[in-house]
């Protein structure tokens, strides 16, 4: 068995149906970062533990909660409220660690949008660092979001997991991804500064994971990223077959780019209130995985 820790700020929509697809664990920890709605009262309600924690970053927050909350049992699973653990993924889970070949294990999203599974346009499959041996991984933030550091190999599963991603409507995908685009732009400042492309990884990079990084550090010194990236997401990714919610996920995701490169320019150009500080104002999106963009 494994345990399954679920992170959670303000979530009082998505946390039960979360929660619920968590049950077939034994052991389910819900670490909430001070959410000001109904989502820890809704999770009470369960068989489960829930933990209060103030939010400060993507890769601290999963960090203080490997070190700090304990759990029943050795290999744990991490899901975010808005996303759900389905029956064939948890069985998958069971039959990996009891004959386990590496450390963690990435699994990938389906990304669900306007009732439909996104399939094309996001660049299916795009892999999350979810099951591992808790003793064994850590994170450190990027961006918005965190990256993952594992003292070990890696493997692959072959079950998805459904990332509702506008669950909360479109109002609040873009409150967040205005947020998100903040810490994208302090990053990307950071990247052109001291980054520099690893075109060996680009092209011959051994996992999903290690091409998809690479291309992110090449994408931010690419020309006219947002027209770019639409035409890619669209018309070379496929996400014309996914009709009206594949135009409306690659617009909002060329929006998304848009906005990025304003506020690079804002840092360069503007003066601005202390702009080390800004990766705090993720705590009121403390809930959106990395995987949504």
């Known amino acids: 068995m494994f345990s399954i820790y679920i992170l959670t700020h303000n979530e009082e929509i998505d946390i039960a149906a979360c929660v619920e697809s968590a049950l077939l664990s034994d052991d389910v920890v819900v670490v909430d970062s001070l959410?000001?709605?109904?989502?820890?009262?809704?999770?009470?309600?369960?068989?489960?533990?829930?933990?209060?924690?103030?939010?400060e970053s993507h890769g601290k927050q999963r960090t203080w909660m490997l070190k700090e909350v304990p759990v029943k049992h050795e290999w744990v699973y991490i899901?975010?409220?808005?996303?759900?653990?389905?029956?064939?993924?948890?069985?998958?889970?069971?039959?990996?660690?009891?004959?386990?070949?590496?450390?963690?294990?990435?699994?990938?999203?389906?990304?669900?949008?306007?009732?439909?599974?996104?399939?094309?346009?996001?660049q299916y499959p795009r892999y999350q660092m979810r099951l591992f041996q808790r003793e064994k991984v850590w994170f450190t933030d990027y961006g918005h979001t965190e990256r993952e550091v594992v003292a070990g190999s890696t493997g692959f599963l072959r079950e998805t997991y459904p990332h509702y991603t506008s669950g909360k409507g479109l109002s609040r995908?873009?409150?967040?991804?205005?947020?998100?685009?903040?810490?994208?732009?302090?990053?990307?400042?950071?990247?052109?500064?001291q980054g520099q492309i690893r075109w060996r990884s680009l092209f011959f990079g051994q996992s999903e994971v290690e091409r998809r990084r690479a291309l992110k550090d090449l994408s931010l010194r690419m020309p006219l990223r947002p027209i770019v990236r639409f035409i890619y997401m669209y018309l070379v990714l496929g996400g014309i077959f996914d009709g009206r919610a594949g135009f409306a996920w690659c617009t909002l995701q060329a929006f998304?780019?848009?906005?990025?490169l304003l506020k690079v320019?804002?840092?360069?150009?503007?003066?601005?209130p202390n702009v080390e500080q800004m990766p705090d104002l993720t705590q009121r999106a403390e809930s959106e995985p990395a995987n949504s963009i």
């Open 35 to 55: 959410s000001r709605d109904r989502t820890v009262e809704i999770a009470n309600r369960y068989p489960v533990r829930v933990i209060s924690h103030r939010f």
């Open 79 to 122: 899901l975010e409220a808005d996303e759900r653990m389905t029956p064939q993924l948890f069985q998958e889970c069971l039959q990996t660690i009891q004959q386990a070949e590496h450390v963690g294990y990435y699994v990938a999203e389906r990304v669900m949008f306007m009732g439909q599974w996104i399939r094309r346009s996001t």
């Open 173 to 193: 995908w873009i409150e967040k991804h205005n947020i998100y685009s903040t810490n994208e732009a302090i990053e990307t400042v950071r990247q052109l500064d």
């Open 256 to 260: 998304y780019e848009y906005l990025i």
């Open 265 to 272: 320019w804002e840092i360069k150009n503007l003066p601005v």
